[in-house]
């Protein structure tokens, strides 16, 4: 079945760096976008980017933009998400989740992973 | 940004209720409209997308509705399993935005 399973969370300070994976199985990796949804209880859910399955093309929320980059290694069925910068309020529950629809970008997630808890304090 | 505005908030129910719940966009987001169900310590999952194709798998007391700028998500008769949060999400624009989410409880 198709699974996502996210890694890499934890307890960071402001300022410092963090490094979400998500593997992937189940599907064929390779032939979906691949995006990164958070959530907070204050700010609800909140999509932070997207790759595409060749990672040919990457979009980010302004508020990571510059800061956080997405990339994946579509031979170890990997994305990845390297966050820079910390700062208090990327605290959240870090989902990875599949666009939907082979060889495009729908926009929508189907499925997400169990999630990952950055927390960013000092 | 495209905002989305979900009401009620919250809302108690009985199993066997028919439940609406309604998501209003801040402008026209034709049928860009994804409605996703969350339990607690969960990911979510999507129920409905496209504003009404119902996702393979999911029962067929979920429906959706809607188009333009408003959209409601129907369950027919509640069911014990149903008891969530859930969440309606646009897809019409690349900046992504979702509702703040309804809680549905027991009553």
């Known amino acids: 079945q198709v699974q996502l399973v996210e890694s890499g969370g934890g307890v960071v300070q402001p300022g410092t760096s963090l490094r979400l994976s998500c593997a992937a199985s189940?599907?064929?990796?390779?032939?979906?976008?691949m995006h990164w949804v958070r959530q907070t209880p204050g700010k609800g859910l909140e999509w932070v980017a997207v790759?595409?399955?060749?990672?040919?093309?990457?979009y980010y929320a302004d508020s990571v933009k510059g800061r956080f980059t997405i990339s994946r290694d579509n031979s170890k069925n990997t994305l990845y998400l390297q966050m820079n910068s910390l700062r208090a309020d990327d605290t959240a529950v870090y989902y990875c989740?599949?666009?939907?629809?082979?060889?495009?970008?729908?926009?929508?997630?189907?499925?997400w992973g169990q999630g990952t808890l950055v927390t960013v304090s000092s | 940004d495209i905002q989305m505005t979900q009401s009620p908030s919250s809302l108690s129910a009985s199993v066997g209720d028919r439940v609406t719940i309604t998501c209003r966009a801040s402008?026209?987001?034709?049928?860009?409209l994804n409605w996703y169900q969350q339990k607690p310590g969960k990911a979510p999952k999507v129920l409905i997308y496209?504003?009404?194709s119902l996702q393979s798998g999911v029962p067929s007391r979920f429906s959706g509705s809607g188009s333009g700028t408003d959209f409601t998500l129907t369950i027919s008769s509640l069911q014990p399993e149903d008891f969530a949060t859930y969440y309606c999400?646009?897809?019409?624009?690349?900046?992504?935005?979702f509702g703040q989410g309804t809680k549905v409880e027991i009553k």
């Open positions: 989740a599949r666009d939907p629809k082979p060889t495009t970008i729908r926009w929508w997630f189907d499925p």
């Open positions: 189940g599907f064929t990796f390779g032939s979906h976008g």
């Open positions: 790759i595409w399955y060749d990672g040919s093309n990457k």
């Open positions: 402008q026209s987001i034709s049928n860009y």
């Open positions: 496209g504003a009404s």
């Open positions: 999400q646009q897809s019409y624009s690349t900046l992504v935005t």
